[in-house]
């Protein structure tokens, strides 16, 4: 349901980068009404998708689909929500006719509509992401991606911003933020996919999934040239406000 603009790549994405270190991964779809807690995964992923898709999936999320979601954020659960998936983290998503549709509450956070005067926040982002839980090399990092929201997202206190905006609009177009994070959830405006285009991201999901069961366990480095190439190429176009 939820996998506008092709965020399905990011299960791809997690997948590959696994199974090039010989890393077996099993794939579970879990959808409308189905429990999440007997699957066992280790990583969960929510994509974006448009207005009829969240209100089907807040009706879902509600009772304890919802609660065993936000036990496994409290419990350290790796979890990666976008666009829609994102809003459905915090305490509610406000609808254009005034509903407000309750989230999980992974994130300090709520989502209001535009208003009528404002404008779509749609483009090329370019973002530097502070440094993740666990991350041993703690030098800012960049991410790369594409959004299209009409919701502003403000941030409470008790959670931080994924990343600080360097080009495009963020979680609001206002303060300068993009995404949020908690423990080990990450949610993000940044489609495109998010995480073929960011290989090293996609890569700490991955080992903070298992180092909850080693917490000594390092990843194989791999041959990422050319993924290197296309980012900086994507990140100099954006930088240079040239989409």
Known sequence: MMNLYGDRGNVISIKKRCEWRGIEVEVVDVGLGEPIRPTGCDVFLFGGGQDREQTLLVDDLSGAKGRELKAIAEDGGVILGVCGGYQLMGHYYETPEG???????????????????????????????????????????????????????ELGGGTEPLADVISGYGNNGRDGTEGARRLNSYGTYLHGSLLPKNPWLTDQLILNALRRTDDSFELEPLDDAAEKAAFASVAGRVRAGKG
Do not use: W
């Open 99 to 153: 509903e407000k549709l309750p989230g999980v509450g992974i994130f300090d956070m709520h989502t209001r509509p535009r208003r009528p005067d404002e404008p779509r926040l749609i483009g090329n982002v370019l973002a530097r992401v502070r440094p993740l839980e666990g991350e041993a090399d703690a030098t800012p990092r960049e991410i790369v991606g594409f959004e299209n929201h009409g919701g502003r997202t």
